[in-house]
């Protein structure tokens, strides 16, 4: 069997499963299963296909069919121009979080806090893009904390990136000048709405808070004057509907200049505010 027909069954089985994007995610699958680059693909189509391809093509169908995030099969995302490993301890990055790495770097900072870290996608991209700048992150999960750190290190930033096991601040020293997370946010009667994608396959501690989506917010806060710098920053990925209620959380903790930015689509975002005081003194000259 060549590649192309490997590819038109995979295709196939994926839609009578009722996959959403079989054909984009049968040709990543089939890269993947032929460990090369998915732009490459093309170029092998009228190639046959090994029997190891075969094999392993078949089972990251069998594990798509079950709805399975391609991410999780193949083990990597690409994210900020970046490839991450991912595993089901993460959540999966998702593109409109590129909206908050976009607005963090709005700013030059030195010492950058990112909160529920997951796969380190959002504190490594922006180390990327600030080379003179170190990061903590924090997470519940160690299982997710060793991915992060593996992405660190894989990425060339692992001499200027900690990681900690931390209950958002509870284990966080010293202060910064930057502040992000991209918490859970999702209220606990939307779950049952999620794709299965999501709902069966991604850690339920990196989607929501329970309640109303908000505790995460609450105790970020709550928690966050205290360990940003005069002038420092805090840049937070929000619910489409969630800006107003975020935006009253900072207030009442005294942060000014609270904006809202949209992503591609419109919705509102990512939420930004500034503690008072000289922005110069937090790497912003």
């Known amino acids: 069997m060549r590649a192309q027909e490997a590819l038109i069954a995979a295709t196939r ?4 499963a009722g996959i959403e994007g079989a054909s984009g995610d049968a040709r990543r699958l089939l890269a993947h299963a032929l460990g090369i680059a998915p732009e490459r693909l093309t170029l092998a189509l009228h190639d046959p296909l090994p029997d190891d391809a075969a ?3 078949d089972a990251a169908i ?3 069919m079950q709805h399975q995030p391609v991410a999780q099969i193949t083990g990597k995302r690409l994210f900020w121009g970046h490839e991450f490993r991912v595993t089901r301890d993460t959540l999966d990055p998702r ?3 590129e909206i908050l790495v976009q607005v963090a770097l ?3 900072f030195i010492h950058a806090l990112d909160l529920g870290t997951g796969t380190g996608c959002i504190l490594i991209s922006l180390l990327k893009s600030m080379p003179f700048a170190a990061g903590t992150g924090t997470d519940l999960s160690s299982a997710a904390l060793d991915v992060a750190k ?3 290190d894989a990425l060339g930033v692992g001499k200027r990136a900690k990681f900690l096991l931390s209950d958002w601040f509870s284990a966080v020293p010293g202060r910064f000048d930057l502040i992000v997370s991209n918490p859970p946010y999702i209220a606990q009667d939307e779950m049952a709405g999620l794709s299965r ?6 850690p339920h501690s ?3 808070p329970g309640g109303d989506g908000l505790d995460a917010y609450r105790a970020i806060a709550l928690g966050a004057p205290a360990r940003l710098m005069a002038g420092g920053r805090i840049v937070l990925e929000i619910g489409p509907t969630q800006a107003s209620a975020v935006t009253e959380l900072l207030a009442a903790q005294g942060f000014e200049q609270i904006e809202t930015r949209q992503d591609l689509d419109g919705r509102d975002r990512v939420i930004v505010a500034q503690k008072p005081g000289d922005a110069g003194d937090c790497g912003a000259s």
């Open 13 to 16: 089985r994926l839609k009578e």
């Open 55 to 57: 094999t392993r093509l």
């Open 62 to 64: 069998a594990a798509r």
């Open 95 to 97: 593109p409109e979080t």
């Open 106 to 108: 709005e700013r030059p």
């Open 150 to 152: 593996g992405n660190a």
């Open 197 to 202: 994608d999501v709902r069966e396959w991604e």
């Open 206 to 208: 990196a989607l929501t």
